[in-house]
């Protein structure tokens, strides 16, 4: 790492930032307020801005912007810099896909987060991100967004690891030309617009915001699939121990873990 060159910090959230609880340790909660004060600090991730906030404010970088939804979103304070939609036709036809499964299917649409049911999934989604979801029919929904003119930055497909392997296949066979979908867990798949990930997303975060800073004065960690490009993107791409192989493979340096504060003592290397 060259630290002279070094002049924005970006960092993944779930495997990457937090511990094994799920929590801001309190090593990175030191390293990133020392830091916070000398750079801008921006965390990238696949969720929504209510939750992203809350750690925001933890971390003491609520005055920087933030990526959520895997790019299809960028937020400056009250400000909306870029917002990416999922085509609309695309909420109905996931619709038929899911009807005669037990798969479960969250729309989001920046604050808001909407479930079928208060469910198994529901739950655990809820208590990962310590935000709570409302909970309206999938037809209620799609008629309700159709009628505002809106659509989902993020839709998240939640099942039995059968069930979404070949709603995975439908959807990369089907829709690769309008999505990404990408599985986050074998029980899981995001999926986002086709033109929007974090590298994008990061990459134009700076044209309409930092102007002086480029991807190469950038270091950034991940962990799963949807990293992959913003660490080949940036200056500094950094996977904790615990990233996926292919992670692994692309990134200019390895950390520890997650659960060992990998990016806490990285970044301790910053001055």
Not at 41 to 47: A, E, G, N, P, T
Request: glycine letters at 4%; a negative charge; proline letters at 3%.
């Amino acid at each position: 790492m060259k630290q002279n060159n070094i002049k924005l910090i970006c960092s993944d959230i779930d495997g990457t930032l937090l511990d094994k609880n799920r929590s801001l340790s309190q090593k990175t909660l030191a390293e990133m307020h020392r830091l916070g004060e000398h750079y801008p600090i921006v965390l990238i991730s696949s969720r929504m801005p209510k939750s992203l906030r809350k750690l925001q404010t933890q971390l003491k970088c609520i005055q920087y912007p933030l990526i959520a939804y895997n790019g299809s979103l960028i937020i400056d304070g009250d400000s909306t810099l870029f917002s990416q939609e999922v085509p609309f036709h695309l909420l109905e036809i996931m619709q038929t896909y899911v009807n005669t499964t037990s798969i479960h299917l969250s729309l989001y649409h920046n604050d808001e987060w909407v479930v079928p049911a208060n469910d198994y999934w529901a739950k655990r989604e809820a208590n990962n991100t310590t935000v709570n979801p409302e909970i309206q029919p999938l037809t209620t929904t799609i008629k309700d967004w159709k009628a505002r003119g809106i659509s989902a930055h993020k839709i998240m497909c939640m099942g039995e690891a059968v069930e979404i392997e070949i709603l995975y296949r439908l959807l990369k066979e089907n829709h690769a030309d309008q999505v990404n979908a990408y599985r986050s867990k074998d029980t899981y798949i995001e999926v986002s617009h086709v033109l929007q990930d974090k590298a994008s997303a990061l990459s134009l975060l700076l044209q309409k915001k930092y102007p002086t800073i480029s991807m190469e004065n950038t270091i950034a960690f991940g962990d799963n699939f949807n990293d992959t490009t913003l660490l080949e993107q940036v200056g500094t791409g950094v996977a904790v121990a615990n990233a996926k192989k292919e992670v692994l493979s692309v990134a200019n340096d390895v950390t520890l873990s997650n659960i060992e504060d990998g990016v806490a003592l990285y970044l301790a290397k910053l001055s």
